[in-house]
Structure formats: structure tokens, C-alpha cells
């Protein structure tokens, strides 16, 4: 699996499946949740909110998969991140599944190539540094015959210079 770093907008990435850090709402919110929903168009919205017609929320560090409607990715796939309240422990697992359940749910839809953003860090206050390493771990470990290539799409130099030292190491 290739590990690609790109400092951009995630809604332009062509992709099989792009990454949304969601809410629990599914709804849109903020910062990429938002752009992803503006740019996608009201077919994701509509998908959105199916999937909470059927299931209620979507759980932290759960993942679900909607069309990506106008964006050049085939798929959005939704994760839920963790809201930073200084559990290391407890918040640090929780990020790890967003990025193995996005994973696994990918390979299922046999997406060769997949888009994350940084989850957790921005209005969710997870550490940089710490979300970063967790990222590229779960990465790094997930062993996959179906994914061909994972890009991680940094909104902002901070985070694309903590992804440049963790992907050299």
C-alpha cells in the first residue's frame, strides 16, 4: 500500500473513497464535515440522513458509506472522531478505529484508493502530533489486498509538516 501526502482540499482528491470526519448527526457541521456536504451536494445530505433513519447515529470511531454525489470521489465514507477531553487512553483507541473501520469499510467497497483527512484536530481539539501518529500507525498496520494507495490530505501546513516527519520515520 502506498502512502501518499498531499496539503489540500480533500473535496478535489480524486479518489475511490474519501474520508469525512462527520458528527454523530451525519448532518454536516463544520470545517471538512461541511465542505464535504457543500461540495457534495444534497444527494450525500439525503443518504445521511437514510442511514439515520435506519440506524440512529452514527458511534464514535463507527464509519458508514454514502455515494460521494458531485465530488470526484466514488464514495464518502463518514467516521465519527473523538471529542479531546484528556483520555489519552480512551480517546487515542477511539480515533484508531476511525481510520481501521474507515479502512476496513473501503476494502469491502474495494476502493483502491482512499483520502483521509486529520480527524479530531480541528474543533474536536485533538492533539496534532498524537492524531498524526495515530493516523500513520493504523495505516501502516492495516494489511490489505484491495488498497493500492491511502492519501492523506492535510487542510494546513501545521499538519502536513507533522505528517512529512511521521511518514519518514
Not at 81 to 110: M, T
Request: one cysteine or more.
Amino acid at each position: 500500500m502506498k502512502i501518499e501526502l498531499i496539503k489540500g482540499d480533500i473535496t478535489k482528491i480524486k479518489a475511490d473513497a474519501i474520508v469525512n470526519a462527520a458528527n454523530s448527526s451525519l448532518l454536516g457541521g463544520g470545517g471538512v464535515d461541511g465542505a464535504i456536504h457543500r461540495a457534495g451536494g444534497q444527494q450525500i445530505l439525503k443518504e445521511c440522513i437514510d442511514i439515520r433513519n435506519r440506524q440512529g447515529k452514527c458511534n464514535t470511531g463507527e464509519a458508514v458509506v454514502t455515494t460521494a454525489g458531485n465530488l470526484p470521489a466514488k464514495y464518502v465514507i463518514h467516521t465519527v472522531g473523538p471529542v479531546w477531553n484528556d483520555n489519552e487512553e480512551k480517546e487515542s483507541k477511539l480515533l484508531a478505529n476511525c481510520y481501521k473501520n474507515s479502512l476496513k469499510l473501503a476494502e469491502s467497497l474495494e476502493a483502491k484508493i482512499i483520502a483521509f483527512p486529520n480527524i479530531s484536530t480541528g474543533i474536536y481539539r485533538f492533539p496534532k502530533e498524537l492524531a498524526g501518529k495515530i493516523a500513520v500507525d493504523e495505516v501502516k498496520n492495516f494489511k490489505s489486498d484491495v488498497i493500492e494507495k491511502v492519501i492523506f490530505v492535510c487542510f494546513d501546513a501545521e499538519n502536513e509538516e507533522i505528517y512529512k516527519k511521521l511518514l519518514k520515520e
